[in-house]
């Protein structure tokens, strides 16, 4: 059960994909137009691997939706962007197809067996999830050019990887002790 379509026409199931920069717990303000957003970058790899066994059904579904709702949105024929964009052609995210997915409310997160999570259970960026989405057309009022966006709904996490953005150690490990503390103070500008 990679993928699938839910029960509401306008809402996708996609994954497993791999989460990275998931403001999933706390919203930050969004580049646009400051506004609080939650969001996360939903990669899917262009290759099977031992986290996602089929990456092609992961897709099928995100572009069935896409296309869904261009199609409720726009006139038959009419030009418009798309929120899953190819990693390798962007040079972000190489070997994957990536989506941005934002929204205003907090996303429901559950773990593997659907019970809730909290940024404290250790799931985060880097981590592989299974993301329910909403696709909606819209025209910029500005450009008038139409688009498709991609709205954050749920998370399941599936499985643990390594997380992006650091975290893990603070480094302090790295240094070792110093002669002792009470040695006479050291001058900069001492060149003896």
């Known amino acids: ?26 919203p930050r303000a969004s580049l646009r137009d400051g506004n609080d957003q939650y969001s996360a970058v939903l990669l899917f790899p ?6 996602c066994s089929d990456p092609k ?14 199609e409720a949105k726009f006139p038959k024929g009419a030009k418009y962007g798309i929120p899953l964009l190819d990693g390798d052609k ?3 995210y190489p070997g994957h197809w990536y989506m941005n997915a934002k929204g205003d409310f907090a996303p429901a997160v559950v773990n593997p067996q ?9 799931w985060a960026s880097g981590d592989w999830a299974k993301v329910i989405v909403c696709f909606y ?12 966006g991609c709205g954050l709904r749920s998370i399941q ?7 992006f ?16 503390a009470e040695e006479a103070e050291y001058d900069p500008f001492d060149e003896s």
Do not use: C
């Open 46 to 51: 262009k290759t099977a691997n031992k986290f």
């Open 137 to 148: 057309g819209g025209e910029d009022p500005d450009t008038k050019a139409k688009n498709v």
């Open 165 to 180: 953005g650091g975290g893990g150690t603070s480094g302090v490990e790295m240094f070792t002790p110093e002669g002792d």
């Open 1 to 26: 059960m990679s993928t699938k379509e839910t029960k509401k026409t306008n809402r996708t199931l996609v994954g497993p994909v791999r989460l990275s920069y998931a403001w999933i717990y706390k």
């Open 157 to 163: 996490f599936v499985k643990h990887d390594e997380h």
């Open 57 to 70: 059904q992961s897709l099928a579904a995100a572009r069935d939706g896409i296309k869904a709702a261009a």
């Open 114 to 122: 659907v019970q809730p999570v909290t940024e404290s259970d250790g």
């Open 90 to 92: 962007e040079e972000k």
